[in-house]
């Protein structure tokens, strides 16, 4: 009787739309413990259209997307059911076990470790401006950290963690240095961007003149000027390009604003702001050109923004997992 009230439980729950229907069972049916009621109220299912079929198929076809994989893996885990491929799942158990423990150890030593070296922070989806005594002030983006030291014959800033907007008060004899994990930017006064992406840094002028170095000292530092950005990683400087969108600096005011820009682009900016993995039923989309704008202060909607104004289907198994197309 309990294993027939589970089966109608898991049917009341699955959602009109096809898609939703697909993923749900694609999870349960990755199951150790599916029952045969189960079984056969998906047989059932599946054959009630073509539809359900081809769906059904496209999902198991994303199995071996990374990111889908990780957040399958997640949902279930919310919903345990703990998916897994049962040939390996005997032995995969202690493994994962340990792996999943030092993964959580590490990523919480690391942000214990950046909330001590910072002086100011924002989280997901957050926007703070500090402001500081010589006039100067930093604007963090999304999920960001920075120490500062104002003390002394120079300003210095550390960019420990994200983005930062620096708009920085002249003062020819006390320099302002921006360092990253892969560059140091030296100005006097002017108005730029630096950005710690993991493997390299991105610097962008709004106005004015910076000098960015590279930290290894490996090629020439490069003088960018209005609208000239360049990104720096561990082989050194990169060809100094020109800023031709705004999407990269749009945040300052409170928007995404993005021009001609594919939809990969707008997602991977929007995915800043949020948390959750966003995969592509079909990967023509990820070219797809738009223009528009998205309000930074509906970080949750942004997405369904997006996908409303685009006409492209968001399908949410969950509010951190968007399959787009």
């Given amino acids: 009787m309990k294993q027939e009230n589970d089966t109608n439980s898991l049917e009341s729950e699955l959602n009109h739309d096809i898609d939703e229907q697909a993923i749900a069972w694609f999870i349960r049916l990755r199951a150790d413990n599916v029952s ?3 079984k056969a109220a998906f047989l059932l299912w599946l054959n009630q259209a073509d539809l359900h079929r081809e769906t059904f198929n496209e999902i198991g076809k994303l199995w071996d997307d990374t990111d889908l994989l990780q957040a399958l893996g997640e949902s279930a885990q919310q919903q345990r059911i703990a998916p897994g491929r049962k040939t390996a799942a005997l032995y995969l158990k202690l493994p994962l076990a340990m792996a999943a423990c030092l993964a959580l150890t590490l990523l919480l030593g690391n942000q214990l470790a950046l909330l001590m070296q910072g002086d100011y922070s924002t989280g ?112 050194g ?44 039923k079909d ?26 104004n685009l006409s492209v289907k968001m399908t949410y198994l969950t509010d951190w997992l968007v399959i787009v197309g």
């Fill in 36 to 38: 045969s009621e189960e």
């Fill in 283 to 308: 990967d023509a989309l990820r070219t797809l050109k738009i223009n528009g704008r998205i309000n930074l202060r509906e970080s949750d909607d942004m997405l369904k923004v997006l996908g409303k």
């Fill in 237 to 280: 400087l990169g060809e100094v390009r020109i800023l031709d969108s705004a999407l990269a600096t749009s945040w300052i005011n409170g928007f995404l604003v993005f021009e001609n820009a594919s939809l990969e682009s707008v997602i991977n900016q929007v995915r800043r702001y949020r948390t959750g993995a966003v995969v592509y």
């Fill in 124 to 235: 997901v989806g957050e926007r703070k401006t500090v402001y500081f005594d010589d006039g100067s002030s930093a604007m963090l983006n999304t999920d960001s950290s920075i120490a500062v030291n104002m003390e002394g014959p120079q300003r210095r800033v550390e960019l420990l963690k994200g983005e930062v907007y620096f708009e920085v008060k002249a003062d020819p004899n006390r320099p302002f240095i921006v360092q990253a994990d892969h560059s140091t930017t030296r100005v006097l006064g002017t108005r730029f961007f630096v950005h710690e992406q993991g493997r390299s840094d991105d610097v962008k002028v709004a106005s004015g003149r910076v000098e960015v170095s590279d930290r290894g000292a490996l090629k020439q530092p490069q003088i960018l000027h209005d609208r000239e950005a360049v990104s720096i990683d561990a082989e």
